[in-house]
């Protein structure tokens, strides 16, 4: 049998006895690594915007080292980059990108999206940002606002802090994670109550 044709759960299957058999790693350290794995998306990262939102000393930790900050809420990010994250405000609104392939903070939240690692985003999100926020996703960034590129790289990971909609006072922390979509945490989008339909892949 040719590796290529192989079933992909049977080679991590035997990948997995082989480290064990190995002394590299133990079965449950296996076990916590999935798992982390599998709770890692944009509903993970809703809960640590929703609690910057709700708590300003936590939202400073957040800015000051991501890293640490969302280890308070139980979400490790041991083994993965830095974790820087931004803040959106009225000023300066930020945009995600890695401009070399697909650097993205998965650990935290999942895989990235498939548009976010396109050659026709990457390319555009340094060239143009603007236009490619006005014309994928509706996102128009007025022309007062200083529109910043931020480059994920292998070595530092980044995400932003959206602005916290209007018409949300008084929302427990779990509603308001419900609000955050993955490309409000690139960038491409800001939430809303009545958010839009998921974003079309960039062009």
């Known amino acids: 049998m040719q590796w290529s044709d192989a079933d992909p759960a049977r080679l991590a299957r035997a990948l997995e006895r082989s480290l064990v058999a190995a002394g590299l790693c133990s079965t449950a350290e296996i076990d916590r690594q999935q798992a982390t794995t599998d709770a890692a998306g944009p509903l993970q990262g809703g809960r640590v915007v929703a609690r910057a939102w709700c708590d300003d000393a936590f939202k400073a930790r957040l800015l000051a080292d991501g890293t640490q900050a969302v280890a308070e809420l139980g979400i490790s990010l041991a083994g993965a980059p830095p974790l820087g994250v931004v803040e959106q405000t009225d000023q300066t609104h930020h945009l995600i990108v890695c401009t070399l392939c697909s650097c993205y903070p998965r650990a935290l939240l999942g895989y990235p999206p498939v548009w ?9 999100a340094v060239r143009d940002p603007r236009r490619l926020l006005r014309e994928s996703w509706a996102t128009d960034i007025p022309p007062a606002t200083r529109l910043r590129v931020l480059d994920s790289t292998a070595d530092y990971r980044w995400m932003t802090l959206p602005q916290r909609p209007r018409d949300t006072d008084g929302w427990p922390e779990p509603r308001l994670a419900t ?15 009545q958010a839009a339909a998921p974003p079309q892949e960039a062009e």
Do not use: Q
């Open 116 to 124: 976010y690692k396109s050659p026709a985003y990457r390319a555009r």
């Open 179 to 193: 609000l955050i979509r993955s490309s409000d945490l690139i960038g491409a989008t800001s939430p809303s109550v």
